[in-house]
């Protein structure tokens, strides 16, 4: 990371993300930064799309931002520091934290604090999906119906278990649409199914979905599941299980820089976790887009020893 002494560290913490045990690491943080003669500029945000307005703010100022939430935070964040030079910290501190476990960031306040003063800055590639910018992974179909019924009957605070119902009532009602998918000017698919789009491999509980998808090498990947009924859903989700899926059955792994997806009605998607635009999607590649701090590469491997 830069040494510029007259820019300062940013904390920008959601505080609506996570559980109460956060607090207390947040609070470790605050410590570790002290005993390291790193003093933070905290801010505490206060609504959707705040944090991008904050950080947008503080580009000139920065030397680096740590993100204290989850995905979401890190999109908004991502969103305000795109094209700039000041690199970010994902930390793991949300409900999802995709990118984080994806980088390797460490959950310990010490080892973050440590990350920020010794870690390597690496350039990441960022999606844009009908012009609005995702960091992450995007579900076609199936999994935007999902996302769709639970931000229709969101209550409050969402954790794994808020997912359940919608995907029960999915799995039986779903009706998987026909989708032609045109990669780098090539028709590819034009069948029934579902199809998922990301720039890292990661996806919701474990699962790698995208399983060579790598965040800095200029493309996105793309799978899609063939699939008419239910029972070909189970044996798609039991092979990606098994982390086995690009070599068995009705799947297309392909890695592309632009992509179009038609249908003949509209068909939700998910982008990022959250609600995104029906189909048609055109989605795109935009590549180096962001700065990120990660873990030394000879540390990686103690932090995460099983992944
Ligand atoms: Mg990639």
Not at 101 to 122: F, S
Not at 126 to 148: H, P, Y
Not at 203 to 229: M, T
Request: proline residues 6%; aromatic residues 8%; charged residues 25%.
């Amino acid at each position: 990371m830069s040494t510029d002494s007259a820019k300062r560290v940013y904390l920008v913490v959601n505080p609506h993300s996570g559980y109460g045990g956060h607090l207390h690491s947040l609070n470790g943080i605050r410590q570790a930064a002290r005993a390291a003669d790193m003093p933070l500029v905290e801010y505490t945000t206060r609504g959707p799309e705040d944090a991008t307005r904050y950080v947008r703010t503080i580009a000139r100022s920065a030397r680096a931002v740590i993100v204290w939430g989850g995905d979401g935070t890190v999109n908004e964040v991502a969103a305000g520091l795109a094209g700039s030079d000041v690199p970010i910290l994902p930390c793991p501190a949300g409900t999802e934290n995709l990118l984080a476990k994806e980088l390797r960031v460490p959950g310990d306040p010490y080892k973050i604090v440590q990350v920020v003063r010794a870690g390597r800055v690496v350039d990441c590639d960022m999606g844009l999906i009908n012009g609005r910018s995702f960091m992450l992974i995007i579900g076609v179909g199936f999994d935007g119906e999902v996302v769709r019924r639970l931000a229709a009957g969101r209550t409050g605070h969402i954790s794994h278990l808020s997912y359940f119902w919608p995907i029960w009532r999915t799995f039986w009602e779903h009706d998987f649409p026909r989708m032609r998918i045109v990669a780098d000017g090539e028709e590819i698919f034009n069948d029934y199914g579902l199809a998922f789009i990301g720039n890292i491999s990661r996806y919701a509980v474990g699962l790698r979905i995208c399983r060579d998808a790598r965040y800095d090498d200029g493309l996105l990947d793309l799978v899609v599941f063939g699939c008419r009924e239910q029972t070909a859903l189970v044996l798609h989700a039991a092979w990606t299980l098994l982390r086995r899926h690009p070599l068995k059955g009705d799947v297309v792994y392909r890695q592309f820089r632009n992509l179009r997806i038609e249908t003949d009605q509209p068909v939700p998607s998910q982008v990022d976790g959250d609600v995104g635009p029906s189909t048609p999607l055109d989605i795109s590649v935009a590549p180096s887009r962001l700065r990120l701090i990660i873990p030394p590469a000879d540390e990686r491997r103690s932090y995460w020893p099983w992944a």
